[in-house]
């Protein structure tokens, strides 16, 4: 592994590669792509590549919340806002997608439909988006009635 000789058994390999190429939504011909796990290739330009591709797609169609482009509580609330203007309601609770997804490309308003964007989902992977909120001190004010995180995180 990482280039280096290394066994393992036929079992555990079989399982590996089935449950990676599951993950991964690879075909019968791609499983080579993932024999050695521990590879820069296959975990940076393979695997997280793959749940940053997916993320991104998701994010375009359902508007997902939390996501890595809110730092703020102001921009959870822009984007809140935008969602209910835009379609009437947030999809946060409903997980519907709109009509038609519009992008902005070179100046120019381009419409998609959010089925075949969705198409292009490989595997069942996705970013946990680490940088949501990043910009607030997330520990609880005793004056807010809302709370991001447990009381217990902080202690």
Excluded at 92 to 111: F, H, M, R, T
Excluded at 129 to 151: A, G, H, K
Aim: glycine share 6%; proline share 5%.
């Amino acid at each position: 592994m990482n280039g280096q000789p290394w066994k393992a058994g036929k079992f555990a390999y079989s399982l590996r590669c089935s449950l990676w190429s599951e993950h991964l939504g690879l075909h019968a011909g791609e499983i080579n792509q993932i024999s050695d796990p521990v590879s820069d290739t296959t975990y940076k330009d393979l695997w997280l590549a793959t749940a940053k591709e997916n993320s991104i797609i998701y994010q375009d169609v359902f508007s997902c919340i939390p996501n890595d482009s809110i730092h703020s509580r102001a921009a959870l609330r822009q984007c809140m806002a935008h969602q209910k203007e835009k379609l009437g309601h947030t999809t946060i609770d409903l997980g519907i997608a709109p009509e038609k997804i519009q992008s902005c490309e070179n100046g120019e308003v381009k419409e998609t439909d959010p089925m075949e964007k969705l198409k292009h989902v490989r595997g069942h992977l996705v970013s946990f988006p680490l940088e949501f909120m990043q910009q607030e001190d997330l520990r609880p004010v005793f004056n807010e009635s809302e709370f991001y995180t447990s009381p217990q995180v902080f202690r």
